[in-house]
Structures are given as C-alpha cells and as structure tokens.
Antibody, heavy 118, light 112 residues
Framework: QITLKESGPTLVKPTQTLTLTCTFS??????????VGWIRQPPGKALEWLALIYWDDDKRYSPSLKSRLTITKDTSKNQVVLTMTNMDPVDTATYYCAHNSHNWFDPWGQGTLVTVSS | QSVLTQPPSASGTPGQRVTISCSGS????????VYWYQQLPGTAPKLLIYRNNQRPSGVPDRFSGSKSGTSASLAISGLRSEDEADYYCAAWDDSLSGFNWVFGGGTKLTVL
C-alpha cells in the first residue's frame, strides 16, 4: 500500500523560504519510472502543479514558478523535499505530494495547509 | 485562469446521467492523455480516470471518460449522493514554455 504524508510549517512570513517534506512508503524512488510530484490548491480554488522528480533525478518544474522552486530526493530516507523561495500571501494553499508512475498522480498525500502572513 | 476549461458547476438528481466537459488545446489534450480526479469535501484528490478512459481498480463503472480532439468528457451514470464532489481534469502539456502538468479549474457537482 502506497502512502505519502506532507510535513512542514503551517505559517510562513512573506519573503521567507518554504521547505516542505514528503515522506512516503510502499514504493521506492529508485525504481524505474517512478516519481513524486507536488501540487497545491489555494483555499476554494483549483489545483496547480508545481514540480516533479523522477527515479533518475530528472526534475520538472512549473514554468511559471520555476525560478522559485527546488525539488530534491533522499532515496534512503524515502523523502522528497520541495523548497519555494520568496513566499507571498498568494502562495497560501494546501500543498500535496503525490506518487507518479506511468505518468499519473496516484495516490496523493493528505495535504498540508501553509498560510503566508506577517 | 486554468489552461484546461471546465464548467464551474454541474448538477443532477439521483439516478441521472451527468457529463462534465474539459476543453484544452493541441499541446495538451490534443496530443496527450487526459486524467480525471475526484475531490470529496475536505479530502485530497483521488484518481478517477487515467489514460482518457481507464478506471483504476475500485472505481465503479458508473464513471467513464472519453476524449475527442482537444476536448474530453467525464460521464457519471446512475448518479448517487456520494458523487457530490469537485472534479478536475488534467493533462500533460508540452508547449514552447516547456513540459507542464495542467489542470482544469474544477467542476463542482451537486446531487439535488
């Protein structure tokens, strides 16, 4: 059974850097074809894809946010870390990580709400 | 403004058949698979349809997906109260700006 769980701060100040960790079980990020992605959802709004890292360390980023995002993996710890710089109140959202295999996201973690406010 | 366009709302009565549309372009739906996600209130999205029309195990056959050109549709037959949720379409987009997963704006389904 594949499970993922997001962790990180619930509140960050404007201009700060956000660091989120996705801890997963039930699969290995060293297996060919496997990836982990991040998707966010502002309150009451739609889903927005942020980043995706594959088993071979190939990394993909949302073109609109690429300059602010970094995704890394620690295969030995079964973790994927997303950092987002220069946080702004519009970045307030629930951040999800999700398993990606055969090129779709399934399953997703429960999500973590991050509020950006001074 | 989402890259994929969905109606913001849809509704139906129990037992009815409803469809939700998703419109894109040649760089996303027109050349790549479409995926559908169901998000029940207060929960994370769940994969409902993959590769245009395939159902993961456990998803009832009341749910079906289709694609034609640069548009896709999700159909729900025999509507049930537990189908009340937000539905999102998604696709891989390979445009000049780079590879990019894109989502629709979501459709809120109400079971009357």
């Amino acid at each position: 059974q594949i499970t993922l769980k997001e962790s990180g701060p619930t509140l960050v100040k404007p201009t700060q850097t956000l660091t989120l960790t996705c801890t997963f079980s039930g699969f290995s990020l060293s297996t060919s074809g496997v990836g982990v992605g991040w998707i966010r959802q502002p309150p009451g709004k739609a889903l927005e894809w942020l980043a995706l890292i594959y088993w071979d360390d190939d990394k993909r980023y949302s073109p609109s946010l690429k300059s602010r995002l970094t995704i890394t993996k620690d295969t030995s710890k079964n973790q994927v870390v997303l950092t987002m710089t220069n946080m702004d109140p519009v970045d307030t959202a629930t951040y999800y990580c999700a398993h990606n295999s055969h090129n779709w996201f399934d399953p997703w973690g429960q999500g973590t709400l991050v509020t950006v406010s001074s | 403004q989402s890259v994929l366009t969905q109606p913001p709302s849809a509704s139906g009565t129990p037992g009815q058949r409803v469809t939700i549309s998703c419109s894109g372009s040649s760089s996303n739906i027109g050349s790549n698979y479409v995926y559908w996600y169901q998000q029940l209130p207060g929960t994370a999205p769940k994969l409902l349809i993959y590769r245009n029309n395939q159902r993961p195990s456990g998803v009832p056959d009341r749910f079906s997906g289709s694609k034609s050109g640069t548009s896709a549709s999700l159909a729900i037959s025999g509507l049930r109260s537990e189908d009340e949720a937000d539905y999102y379409c998604a696709a891989w987009d390979d445009s000049l700006s780079g590879f990019n997963w894109v989502f629709g704006g979501g459709t809120k389904l109400t079971v009357l």
